[in-house]
């Protein structure tokens, strides 16, 4: 937090400790909803609902549905159900869903039913559907009409319908039988003639994601065609609701920060929102790292005995153990490189399974090119330091090949991970470090054993 930004909370901090309604207000006047959601979030309990209900009704509603969604539900939890409804009917069903999800049994239910029967109805539904699929993402206010109207009375339709729709850029056309058929875009249904019939000016090649699709690939299939809605069908292609560009944000916000704690071995958000308990905290840590170390302590002492076969030839040359901190440390990084590349990859949908082949052979290339530059540099520096070209062409020749080896195994290994139904996110780094720790050990010992003789 920057220092006007904490002078700011000091002082907004001061005003709602002592209800100062006016400067509250004219703090809030220059805020956006996200901001005041910050604020909130660093005042205690209290003064955060006392402020829940300062503020405006729409600006509430606004404010809640930037918090965190377990904060959210606590606090909607303290108000009274006059307010609960008036901020549950300012938001859309989709983010009202998302909100009571988060409360008691008891809640939900009472919640529920201070809203209107077919908001009702709407909410529950949504709220069957797992939160990690497009169901559980979508909203049902969206546009839709029939393809068999005209332009002029599509626009009647939009007009009293777009009001309580989360977006009107694409309107969505379906048949009798309440199947997607088609979409136009509000500019084109504006400029096109009125008497047109929406099936001619419709476009009919539209891309839908299935309910039960996991909310990762609905992410990536927005991000790639840069939508700012994408509609979602049942089996029987029947038009279910609409998921738009600013939930499949918080989708990629919320994959990337899991894969990220994957990665590091330790407990997502999630997790750490139910451990709420110090010790629970630690045997969640420990059950997510201790798989992944123990399979690099069995490589580290894997990569111990190689050394050990490997003494004889740095007892002859004591100068041959100056280069293998830095042979595994370059290995290690170039192979966390194409590893991440490659993690990224796969997590974004950009590897697909055509593209295999040609990803393995581009990292390999890389890692072929980076270690002939590589490989040459050290190696001079090896000959010049210890006065030994011999030592110097081992050394070269040995980064060649790790660095080789490292991207190439980069590569491999998350793809491999992936096609036996491992998260490469969660493994490939301990398999990486290890693989490459003793590949790399075995090319340096085998070719300082070859050439021991040149060494001496």
Do not use: C
């Given at each position: 937090?920057?220092?006007?930004?904490?002078?700011?909370?000091?002082?907004?901090?001061?005003?709602?400790?002592?209800?100062?309604?006016?400067?509250?207000?004219?703090?809030?006047?220059?805020?956006?909803?996200?901001?005041?959601?910050?604020?909130?979030?660093?005042?205690?309990?209290?003064?955060?609902?006392?402020l829940?209900?300062?503020?405006?009704?729409?600006?509430?509603?606004?404010?809640?549905?930037?918090?965190?969604?377990?904060?959210?539900?606590?606090?909607?939890?303290?108000l009274?159900?006059?307010?609960?409804?008036?901020?549950?009917?300012?938001?859309?069903?989709?983010?009202?869903?998302?909100l009571?999800?988060?409360l008691?049994?008891?809640e939900?239910?009472?919640?529920?039913?201070?809203?209107?029967?077919?908001?009702?109805?709407?909410?529950?539904?949504?709220?069957?559907?797992?939160?990690?699929?497009?169901?559980?993402?979508?909203?049902?206010?969206?546009?839709?009409?029939?393809?068999?109207?005209?332009?002029?009375k599509?626009?009647?339709?939009?007009?009293?319908?777009?009001?309580?729709?989360?977006?009107v850029?694409?309107?969505?056309v379906?048949?009798?039988?309440?199947?997607?058929?088609?979409?136009?875009?509000?500019?084109?249904?504006?400029i096109?003639?009125p008497?047109?019939?929406?099936?001619?000016?419709?476009?009919?090649?539209?891309?839908?994601?299935?309910?039960?699709?996991?909310?990762?690939?609905v992410?990536?299939?927005?991000?790639?065609?840069?939508?700012?809605?994408?509609?979602?069908?049942?089996?029987?292609?029947?038009?279910?609701?609409?998921?738009?560009?600013?939930?499949?944000?918080?989708v990629?916000?919320?994959?990337?920060?899991?894969?990220?704690?994957?990665?590091?071995?330790a407990p997502?958000?999630?997790?750490?929102?139910?451990?709420?308990?110090?010790?629970?905290?630690?045997?969640?840590?420990?059950?997510?790292?201790?798989?992944?170390?123990?399979?690099?302590?069995?490589?580290?002492?894997?990569?111990?005995?190689?050394?050990?076969?490997?003494?004889?030839?740095?007892?002859?040359?004591?100068?041959?153990?100056?280069?293998?901190?830095?042979?595994?440390?370059?290995?290690?990084?170039?192979?966390?490189?194409?590893?991440?590349?490659?993690?990224?990859?796969?997590?974004?949908?950009?590897?697909?399974?055509?593209?295999?082949?040609?990803?393995?052979?581009?990292?390999?290339?890389?890692?072929?090119?980076?270690?002939?530059?590589?490989g040459?540099?050290?190696?001079?520096?090896?000959?010049?330091?210890?006065?030994?070209?011999?030592?110097?062409l081992?050394?070269?020749?040995?980064?060649?090949?790790?660095?080789?080896?490292?991207?190439?195994?980069?590569?491999?290994?998350?793809?491999?991970?992936?096609?036996?139904?491992?998260?490469?996110?969660?493994?490939?780094?301990?398999?990486?470090?290890?693989?490459?720790?003793?590949?790399?050990?075995?090319?340096?010992?085998?070719?300082?054993t070859?050439?021991?003789?040149?060494?001496?």
């Amino acid at each position: 937090m920057h220092n006007e930004d904490k002078e700011l909370l000091k002082q907004f901090r001061t005003y709602v400790t002592k209800r100062n309604e006016q400067l509250i207000k004219e703090e809030l006047s220059l805020l956006q909803p996200a901001d005041i959601a910050e604020l909130i979030e660093e005042l205690e309990t209290a003064d955060q609902h006392w402020l829940i209900y300062f503020l405006e009704i729409k600006t509430a509603a606004l404010v809640i549905n930037e918090l965190d969604s377990v904060l959210g539900g606590q606090l909607l939890a303290g108000l009274n159900e006059k307010r609960v409804l008036e901020i549950l009917e300012e938001m859309s069903l989709d983010d009202a869903a998302d909100l009571l999800g988060e409360l008691s049994d008891g809640e939900q239910k009472r919640y529920i039913e201070l809203l209107e029967s077919q908001d009702q109805q709407d909410v529950r539904e949504l709220m069957q559907y797992p939160e990690d699929t497009a169901g559980g993402l979508m909203t049902y206010e969206y546009v839709a009409i029939r393809e068999d109207i005209t332009a002029a009375k599509a626009i009647d339709v939009l007009r009293e319908t777009a009001p309580d729709a989360e977006t009107v850029y694409y309107v969505y056309v379906i048949n009798v039988e309440n199947q997607l058929v088609g979409v136009i875009s509000l500019r084109e249904l504006i400029i096109a003639n009125p008497e047109s019939s929406i099936r001619d000016i419709m476009r009919r090649n539209v891309i839908s994601v299935p309910i039960d699709m996991d909310q990762e690939e609905v992410a990536r299939i927005v991000s790639k065609y840069n939508f700012l809605a994408v509609p979602v069908v049942d089996h029987e292609k029947s038009l279910q609701g609409i998921i738009t560009f600013d939930d499949v944000i918080d989708v990629i916000h919320e994959e990337a920060s899991e894969d990220i704690y994957r990665m590091a071995g330790a407990p997502g958000e999630e997790e750490e929102e139910e451990e709420e308990q110090f010790f629970l905290r630690i045997k969640a840590s420990l059950k997510a790292r201790l798989p992944w170390l123990f399979i690099t302590m069995f490589g580290g002492l894997l990569s111990g005995k190689i050394l050990s076969r490997f003494s004889g030839e740095i007892s002859a040359v004591v100068a041959i153990a100056f280069f293998i901190p830095l042979l595994t440390g370059m290995g290690g990084n170039v192979g966390t490189q194409s590893s991440t590349v490659t993690v990224r990859g796969i997590a974004t949908g950009q590897i697909r399974e055509e593209d295999i082949v040609r990803v393995i052979l581009r990292e390999a290339l890389t890692g072929l090119a980076m270690g002939m530059i590589l490989g040459i540099i050290v190696g001079g520096i090896a000959a010049w330091w210890q006065n030994k070209p011999m030592l110097g062409l081992v050394v070269g020749l040995a980064m060649l090949g790790n660095m080789f080896t490292a991207a190439t195994m980069g590569t491999l290994v998350p793809l491999f991970l992936r096609r036996i139904g491992i998260d490469p996110a969660v493994a490939s780094a301990p398999f990486i470090s290890t693989t490459i720790d003793i590949t790399g050990l075995v090319i340096y010992s085998v070719l300082a054993t070859l050439l021991i003789a040149y060494l001496i």
